[in-house]
């Protein structure tokens, strides 16, 4: 056990369907970074939480969105499902932004 | 455009031999390096990283050489364990550009390393 959950760990969505990912980072952390790896790929930045604010967006697209509640679990909301969203949704903490990264085990989004 | 590639998506290695995983970037901004290490089912872990002022940095039985002027970091395994079977990630970032790692990770594909008995 890493100290990040990711709930929930499997989801089957139709496409236009919309979902949320959670994450609760380790205790302590204050960054959480979102990333999604689809089929054979490497890990791509989404976005990063710091104390509750919008720190950096990276490939992030319209219909997804993110927030980080007063506790620091984060939740990342994608809207519009298509075919091509189904991939594993990594989150990682880190204490103060700096790369001593622990990711959660990930959510695995299918979209039918 | 990739900007971190791992052109090896495998690698199979004898236990107890040195395994070696290559990564090359493009990026010349990126001035931190790390290495991941996935089993499935499971998130990445950290494993070692490098700052591009050094050029080798060494944790027990892992090492990361970092070529500047080639733009090209390796990881070695030395000797290398059936634990290690994983598959690899190499990451990198423009920490100072980044206002010191806000922009996250830039990750290649990864490299799947095999440790045979």
């Known amino acids: 056990d890493s100290g990040v959950t990711q709930t929930p760990k499997h989801l089957i969505t139709a496409t236009g369907q919309r979902v949320t990912l959670r994450c609760s980072p380790r205790s302590g952390d204050l960054s959480v970074y979102w990333y999604q790896q689809s089929l054979d790929q490497g890990l791509q930045f989404l976005i990063h939480?710091?104390?509750?604010?919008?720190?950096a967006k990276g490939n992030i697209l319209e219909r997804f969105s993110a927030q980080q509640f007063p506790d620091l679990h984060s939740e990342l909301n994608l809207s519009s499902l298509e075919l091509g969203d189904s991939a594993l949704y990594f989150c990682a903490s880190t204490r103060d932004g700096n790369y001593g990264y622990t990711f959660g085990s990930g959510t695995r989004l299918t979209v039918v | 455009d990739q900007q971190v590639k791992q052109n090896s998506p495998s690698l199979s290695v004898q236990e107890g031999r040195i395994s070696i995983l290559n990564c090359d970037y493009t990026?010349?901004?990126?001035?931190?390096f790390l290495w991941y290490k996935k089993y499935p089912a499971e998130g990445p872990t950290f494993l070692i990283s490098i700052s591009s002022i050094k050029d080798k940095n060494e944790d027990g039985r892992f090492t990361v050489f970092l070529n500047k002027s080639a733009k090209h970091l390796s990881l070695h395994i030395v000797p290398s364990q059936p634990g290690d079977s994983a598959v690899y990630f190499c990451a990198a970032s423009a920490l100072i550009g980044s206002g010191g790692g806000a922009d996250g990770l830039t990750f290649g594909k990864g490299t799947h390393l095999i440790i045979q008995p």
């Open positions: 939480y710091y104390n509750g604010e919008e720190r």
């Open positions: 990026n010349s901004m990126f001035d931190y």
